[in-house]
Nanobody
Framework: QVQLVESGGGLVQAGGSLRLSCAASGRTFSRYAMSWFRQAPGKERESVAA????????SYADSVKGRFTVSRDNAKNTVDLQMNSLKPEDTAIYYC?????????????????WGQGTQVTVSS
């Protein structure tokens, strides 16, 4: 069982930055590929960024490429999402998710564990 707890959300003006963090319980964090998703009101959940088990591979949604950076620290059981040049359309609840895998892939069709989410609001 893995528990994921996100933190770092808040209110920021357009053009500003936020850093989200997801802390995972357990001693097998390096077995999990990690992803960040977001869901805005009235919209479907979408994948934002993903990172493989080792941290050597990452992938991003086109809408955030060049602005967001995902990273992980397997020694600390954390995965972070650095968000720069934020836009009002980035407003959403952000979730981290974990997928246990032996693969080096970054993204998966389904995930084993989800966090409770953290609100990010970008004002114009």
């Amino acid at each position: 069982q893995v528990q994921l707890v996100e933190s770092g959300g808040g209110l920021v003006q357009a053009g500003g930055s936020l850093r989200l963090s997801c802390a995972a319980s357990g001693r097998t964090f390096s077995r999990y590929a990690m992803s960040w998703f977001r869901q805005a009101p009235g919209k479907e959940r979408e994948s934002v960024a993903a990172i493989n088990r080792s941290g050597g591979r990452t992938s991003y949604a086109d809408s955030v490429k060049g602005r967001f950076t995902v990273s992980r620290d397997n020694a600390k059981n954390t995965v972070d999402l650095q968000m720069n040049s934020l836009k009002p359309e980035d407003t959403a609840i952000y979730y981290c998710a974990a997928k246990e895998t032996y693969s080096s892939a970054t993204e998966f069709r389904d995930y084993d564990y989800w966090g409770q989410g953290t609100q990010v609001t970008v004002s114009s």
